[in-house]
T-cell receptor, first 115, second 115 residues
Framework: DVKVTQSSRYLVKRTGEKVFLECVQDMDHENMFWYRQDPGLGLRLIYFSYDVKMKEKGDIPEGYSVSREKKERFSLILESASTNQTSMYLC??????????????FGPGTRLTVL | AQSVTQPDIHITVSEGASLELRCNYSYGATPYLFWYVQSPGQGLQLLLKYFSGDTLVQGIKGFEAEFKRSQSSFNLRKPSVHWSDAAEYFCAVGTLNTNAGKSTFGDGTTLTVKP
């Protein structure tokens, strides 16, 4: 089974702190994604990566950056956390399929609270 | 750009009753369609997917979905709901993107099961 793990299930940080959310997948997937999930807003894509050191902005990249130094690991960085970044963060990975057959495998999520 | 609409934010059904969750998509080409389920406090899990071929697809946990091109719909069904089916359900459409298998998600439908 594909396994996607996230470094923390719950995280509490203070406004202005630098926050790192880590995601690791064990199935050699090319694609990795970071979403945030808020009630009534569904899943919104923050960033995705299709290869090591390659990244593209999603729909809501402002206030976030990412890093992918190794294929299995994709980090989400909040440079200066703000209260409006309190949310559930979901990481996902998928195998590269140039015809779009691209089901995603999700981690359990990190619930981040910024005080 | 593709989009997904789940018209029902919240549905309540009695245990043992049938279920249908609606999903409408907008996409200019042949869509790649998915249904995911999210149990409370968990990440998303793939229920089923449509790529091509038979328009009625079977998934895990007794779910099925039917692709109807003329109606741009991909509704999820289950003949008899169990209490453990209470969760949030997301419909998604995948893109034909050679850089990454991005998906666009609907806002989700929360299913409550009455005893």
């Amino acid at each position: 089974d594909v396994k996607v793990t996230q470094s923390s299930r719950y995280l509490v940080k203070r406004t202005g702190e630098k926050v790192f959310l880590e995601c690791v997948q064990d199935m050699d997937h090319e694609n990795m994604f970071w979403y945030r999930q808020d009630p009534g807003l569904g899943l919104r894509l923050i960033y995705f990566s299709y290869d090591v050191k390659m990244k593209e902005k999603g729909d809501i990249p402002e206030g976030y950056s990412v890093s992918r130094e190794k294929k299995e690991r994709f980090s989400l960085i909040l440079e200066s956390a703000s209260t409006n970044q309190t949310s559930m963060y979901l990481c996902a990975s998928s195998l590269f399929m140039d015809r779009g057959w691209n089901e995603q495998f999700f981690g359990p999520g990190t619930r981040l609270t910024v005080l | 750009a593709q989009s997904v609409t789940q018209p029902d934010i919240h549905i309540t059904v009695s245990e043992g009753a049938s279920l249908e969750l609606r999903c409408n998509y907008s996409y200019g080409a042949t869509p790649y369609l998915f249904w995911y389920v999210q149990s409370p406090g968990q990440g998303l899990q793939l229920l089923l997917k449509y790529f091509s071929g038979d328009t009625l697809v079977q998934g895990i946990k007794g779910f099925e979905a039917e692709f109807k091109r003329s109606q741009s719909s991909f509704n999820l069904r289950k003949p008899s709901v169990h209490w453990s089916d209470a969760a949030e359900y997301f419909c998604a459409v995948g893109t034909l993107n050679t850089n990454a298998g991005k998906s666009t998600f609907g806002d989700g439908t929360t299913l409550t099961v009455k005893p």
